[in-house]
């Protein structure tokens, strides 16, 4: 059984309509929303066998200042840098990953940031 995603669902019922509500409950396997005209309830098993999440819109949220990051949010970043073994200069299994904002993209604190967020995992010393 293949049950369309999410936003297939909003925008099919009245992604228009200006009275919609959207609800998610704790458990990831219920979704429920509702309109002026309609009410859609789906259960739906949101892993695959691989317990792989499936037909999930998995929002990131913002390293630095914790909002989330919307699926129209086209000026964000995400950055994963690679922990490096010193003996050999290969990339080891290990990484850190960031996400930034556009919102701190257009003030310009983007740098700033990413530098705040690698001293305090310690990939760039404490006194850059």
């Given at each position: 059984?293949?049950?369309?995603?999410?936003e297939?669902?909003?925008?099919?019922?009245?992604?228009?309509?200006?009275?919609r509500?959207?609800s998610?409950?704790?458990?990831?396997?219920?979704?429920?929303?509702?309109?002026?005209?309609?009410?859609?309830?789906?259960?739906?098993?949101?892993?695959?066998?691989?317990?792989?999440?499936?037909?999930?819109?998995?929002?990131?949220?913002?390293?630095?200042?914790n909002?989330?990051?919307?699926?129209?949010?086209?000026a964000?970043?995400?950055?994963?840098?690679?922990?490096?073994?010193?003996?050999?200069?290969?990339?080891t299994?290990t990484?850190?990953?960031?996400?930034?904002?556009?919102?701190?993209?257009?003030?310009?604190?983007?740098?700033?940031?990413?530098?705040?967020?690698?001293?305090?995992?310690?990939?760039?010393?404490?006194?850059?």
């Amino acid at each position: 059984l293949i049950l369309p995603s999410v936003e297939l669902i909003k925008n099919h019922f009245g992604a228009a309509e200006k009275n919609r509500r959207v609800s998610s409950t704790l458990n990831p396997e219920f979704f429920s929303f509702e309109t002026r005209l309609y009410r859609v309830s789906i259960v739906n098993n949101m892993e695959n066998d691989q317990k792989e999440f499936v037909d999930l819109y998995w929002p990131r949220k913002c390293s630095s200042s914790n909002r989330i990051i919307h699926a129209k949010d086209h000026a964000s970043i995400q950055l994963t840098l690679a922990d490096v073994d010193p003996t050999t200069g290969r990339m080891t299994d290990t990484h850190k990953m960031y996400a930034i904002c556009g919102s701190i993209r257009r003030m310009g604190e983007s740098d700033d940031c990413i530098v705040r967020l690698a001293k305090k995992d310690g990939i760039i010393a404490k006194n850059y």
